[in-house]
C-alpha cells in the first residue's frame, strides 16, 4: 500500500509539473541543434510510466528536442506531451498505446488516467476513435501522426530556425 501510494503522489507531482505550459519556449533564442539537447527515439519499447513521466519533465526542462524516427511504444508515448514546437518525425516514426499493467488494477488504473491526462488532445482523440486503451497495442503510424507533429528537417538543415513553428511541416 506504502508503494502504491508514494506511485500515486509521484505520478500527481510530475502531472503538474509536465502539463505546465512552457509560453516562453517560442521565444528562445535559434541556435545550432549541435549543441542542443536534441533525444531521437527509435526502437523505444517503452517502461514504467513513472520512469518516463520524469524523462519528459527532464527534457522540457532543459529546453531540448524530440526526434521520433522510429517506433515509440507504451509509455515512451508520453514524448508526445512536449510541446510541438519542441518535436518532430520522420517518415519512419509510429506510436504503440496500450493499457498499462505490472503495477496492480489501481497502479494501472493511475497510470492509464496520468497518461490520458498528459497526451494532447489530438492523441486523446485519436485512441478515443480506435476505442479507447486496450490490452493489445493499437499502433498510429507516420501518416496519422504527421497530420498534427511536424516532419523533421533534414539532418545537414535541423537547426531550431528550422523547427520554428513558421517553417514546421505537417503541423
Not at 90 to 119: D, E, R
Not at 122 to 135: D, E, F, M, Q, Y
Not at 139 to 166: H, V
Request: with cysteine.
Amino acid at each position: 500500500m506504502k508503494t502504491i501510494m508514494k506511485f500515486l503522489g509521484a505520478l500527481g507531482l510530475m502531472g503538474a509539473m509536465i502539463s505546465a505550459s512552457s509560453a516562453g519556449e517560442l521565444l528562445r533564442p535559434r541556435i545550432n541543434l549541435g549543441t542542443a539537447n536534441v533525444k531521437t527515439i527509435s526502437g523505444d519499447r517503452g517502461g514504467y510510466v513513472i520512469d518516463y513521466a520524469i524523462r519528459v519533465l527532464k527534457m522540457r526542462r532543459s529546453g531540448g528536442f524530440v526526434r521520433f524516427s522510429g517506433a515509440c511504444d507504451s509509455a515512451c508515448t508520453l514524448y508526445l506531451s512536449m510541446p510541438k514546437s519542441k518535436v518532430c518525425i520522420t517518415q519512419g516514426a509510429s506510436f504503440g498505446f496500450h493499457l498499462p499493467y505490472g503495477a496492480g488494477a489501481q497502479g494501472n488504473q493511475v497510470a492509464a488516467n496520468f497518461m490520458m491526462k498528459n497526451y494532447p488532445g489530438w492523441v486523446r482523440g485519436w485512441i478515443a476513435s480506435r476505442g479507447g486503451l486496450k490490452s493489445s497495442i493499437t499502433t498510429m503510424t507516420y501518416a496519422d501522426a504527421s497530420r498534427f507533429l511536424p516532419t523533421c528537417p533534414s539532418q545537414q538543415r535541423m537547426t531550431i530556425a528550422s523547427l520554428s513553428p513558421i517553417r514546421l511541416h505537417g503541423g
